[in-house]
C-alpha cells in the first residue's frame, strides 16, 4: 500500500530581522507618537501620510547601504513593470510629494509624519529592518533661521518623549564643514562621490569605534569581532591625519571654542567657512532654554548624501544598565539635516528644506532600560461568563463599564470558572466582574480585585483561610457596578 504523502506545512517564524509586537509595546509607542506630534503641531506642523511604497527612481541614489542587495531597499516589479520599493525614511516620499503638490503648498511647507520604514540591511542586536520614523520638515526655509528652529524642535520632542533636560544633548555640525574637509583633501571634484559617501560612512562611526578604528577604515580596511572584513577606502596617511584632526575638533559643551578650532583645520576653504559661519549663527540663536541641550559637535556627519548643510543627532548622554546588568549606554535616538538638493531631482530648480527623525523604536527602549523593566499595560476589566443564558446581562455590564471610559470584555471561551480566573490573570485585568446565579438571585455582583488579590496572597500561607476569607473580593447591588469599579481602578492610581 502506497504511503500517503503528508501535508506541506509551513514552519511558523518571523522573518530575519523582523519581530512580532504586542500590547504593552505598542501602547508606549502610541502614548509616545502622541506627545511627540503634540509638539510638533505646537510648532505648526501638519500631518501628511504617503504610501509605504514608492516608485524606485523616486528614491534615487540616495540609498542607505548600497552593499547590500536592491540598494538597501526592498523591491518588487508592478504589472507594468515598472520597480517599486519600501520606503527607507519618511524623507524621500516628502521630496515627491513636494514636487508633485509644488504650486499648491504654501511656502514654507512645514508637515510632520509618523509610520513605519524598512531597511534591506543586515540586522543584529536591537538593529531590525522594520521600524516606526516620526518626522518633521520645513521646505522651502533657508538656512540658517530654519536649522536653528529644528534644533529647539528636536529638544523640546526629546523631552516630551520623557527624557529630562541633562540626559539628552542634540548634537549639531554641517555638510558644507566636511565639503571644506573634502576641499582641503583633494576629493571635492565630480568624479569622486563614491570616496566621499564612504569617507563619511567611516566618519560616522567615530564615537562608536574611536580614532583607531576610524583610521582602518579610511586606510586599508577593518575587521570586526565576528571576523567580517570591511574594505578601507584607501585614503593617504595624511588624508587620514586630518580627517582625524577634524573628527577631534570638537571641544564639549563649547560650541564656540569648537568652531575657532575647526576653522583652524580647515583653513580658507570656501565651504569651510560658509559652514562656521552658519553653525555660528545657528548657535547664536539658542536661548538660554536650549543653551545645554544644544552643542556643535563636528563627529556628527549623518550617513546619506543628500544632506548639503546643518547635520543634527540626538544623543542620550545617561548610562543604564541591560537585561544582564551590565553598563549601556544607548546614544543617538534620532537624527536630521538639511537637504536642499532633494526636491531639485524632481523640479530641476533647489528647493530648500530641512528636518528631523525620532526613532521612536530606539528611544522606547532607552527609556525602558533607564526604568530598569518594561512597563506592563493594564488590562481590561473582565467579565466572568459563568451561566449561558445571561450572557446578554454580561454584555449589558460591560458596554455600562465602556460608557463610563473604562475599558472591559465579556469571557468568550466556556463557562468553566478557574479557566476564566486564569484568562483574566493572563489579561492583567484590575478586576474580574463575577455574577453566577447566587448573585442574579440577589440583584448582586462581586468584585474581585484581582491585583490586591495577588498581594495578599503573598501574606496568607493557609490555602483553607484563603478560601474562607475571599480577600479583595466585595459585593455591590447591581445599578452600582459601575461607580464601585471605577472606586477600586481609582485606588490604585491613587
Known amino acids: 500500500m502506497a504511503k500517503k504523502d503528508k501535508p506541506h506545512r509551513p514552519k511558523a517564524r518571523v522573518p530575519r530581522g523582523f519581530r512580532d509586537r504586542l500590547g504593552p509595546e505598542i501602547a508606549a509607542e502610541r502614548e509616545m507618537l502622541a506627545r511627540i506630534s503634540a509638539v510638533y503641531e505646537s510648532y505648526g506642523f501638519d500631518p501628511l501620510e504617503t504610501p509605504a511604497f514608492e516608485y524606485t527612481d523616486a528614491l534615487g541614489k540616495f540609498l542607505p547601504d548600497v552593499d547590500r542587495p536592491n540598494q538597501g531597499v526592498f523591491s518588487l516589479q508592478d504589472d507594468d513593470d515598472q520597480w517599486m520599493s519600501l520606503r527607507y525614511d519618511l524623507t524621500a516620499p516628502l521630496a515627491r510629494y513636494v514636487a508633485e503638490n509644488y504650486d499648491a503648498l504654501p511656502k514654507p511647507f512645514r ?71 573634502f576641499e582641503k583633501l583633494g576629493l571635492a571634484g565630480d568624479g569622486q562621490g563614491e570616496t566621499r559617501l564612504d569617507v ?50 570638537t571641544v564639549a559643551r563649547d560650541s564656540a571654542a569648537t568652531l575657532s578650532k575647526i576653522a583652524g583645520v580647515l583653513g580658507d576653504t570656501p565651504s569651510g567657512a560658509e559652514g562656521v559661519d552658519q553653525l555660528a549663527s545657528i548657535d547664536r540663536q539658542m536661548s538660554d532654554r536650549y543653551r545645554n541641550s544644544v552643542a556643535i559637535d563636528l563627529s556628527i556627519i549623518r550617513g546619506l548624501e543628500y544632506y548639503t548643510g546643518t547635520v543634527f543627532e540626538a544623543d542620550l548622554t545617561f548610562e543604564t544598565l541591560d537585561e544582564k546588568g551590565r553598563p549601556v549606554r544607548v546614544g543617538s535616538v534620532g537624527g536630521g539635516g538639511r537637504y536642499d538638493g532633494l526636491v531639485k531631482r524632481f523640479k530641476g530648480v533647489e528647493v530648500p528644506a530641512v528636518g528631523i527623525s525620532v526613532g521612536v523604536s530606539r528611544l522606547l527602549a532607552a527609556l525602558e532600560l533607564k526604568r530598569g523593566a518594561v512597563s506592563e499595560a493594564t488590562g481590561p476589566v473582565v467579565i466572568l461568563a459563568l451561566e449561558d443564558g445571561q450572557m446578554a446581562a454580561y454584555q449589558a455590564m460591560a458596554a455600562e463599564l465602556r460608557a463610563a471610559g473604562l475599558r472591559a470584555e465579556v469571557y468568550l471561551g466556556g463557562s468553566n470558572f478557574a479557566k476564566q ?49 475571599q480577600p479583595a473580593q466585595t459585593s455591590v447591588a447591581r445599578e452600582k457596578l459601575v461607580d464601585e469599579v471605577k472606586r477600586v481602578l481609582a485606588d490604585k492610581n491613587a
Open 111 to 181: 508637515r510632520y509624519a509618523v509610520g513605519p520604514v524598512w531597511r534591506n540591511e543586515k540586522p543584529g542586536p536591537g538593529r531590525y529592518r522594520q521600524f516606526t520614523q516620526c518626522d518633521a520638515d520645513t521646505v522651502g526655509a533657508p538656512a540658517p533661521h530654519a536649522d536653528a528652529e529644528m534644533c529647539m524642535l528636536f529638544a523640546d520632542v526629546i523631552e516630551a518623549a520623557g527624557v529630562p533636560p541633562g540626559d539628552f544633548v542634540i548634537r549639531v555640525s554641517s555638510r558644507k564643514i566636511v565639503d571644506g574637509l
Open 421 to 469: 480566573m486564569k484568562y483574566a490573570d493572563k489579561r492583567a485585568a484590575p478586576v474580574a466582574i463575577i455574577c453566577g446565579e447566587d448573585e442574579h438571585a440577589k440583584g448582586e455582583v462581586t468584585i474581585k480585585d484581582l491585583v490586591l488579590g495577588k498581594e495578599l496572597s503573598k501574606k496568607i500561607e493557609d490555602n483553607t483561610e484563603w478560601r474562607e476569607s
Open 200 to 249: 563619511m560612512r567611516s566618519m560616522d562611526k567615530f564615537d562608536r569605534l574611536g580614532a583607531a578604528g576610524v583610521r582602518q577604515l579610511l586606510g586599508p580596511g577593518r575587521k570586526d569581532e565576528s571576523g567580517d572584513f570591511t574594505k578601507g577606502v584607501g585614503l593617504s596617511d595624511a588624508n587620514i591625519d586630518s580627517v582625524i584632526a577634524f573628527l577631534s575638533s
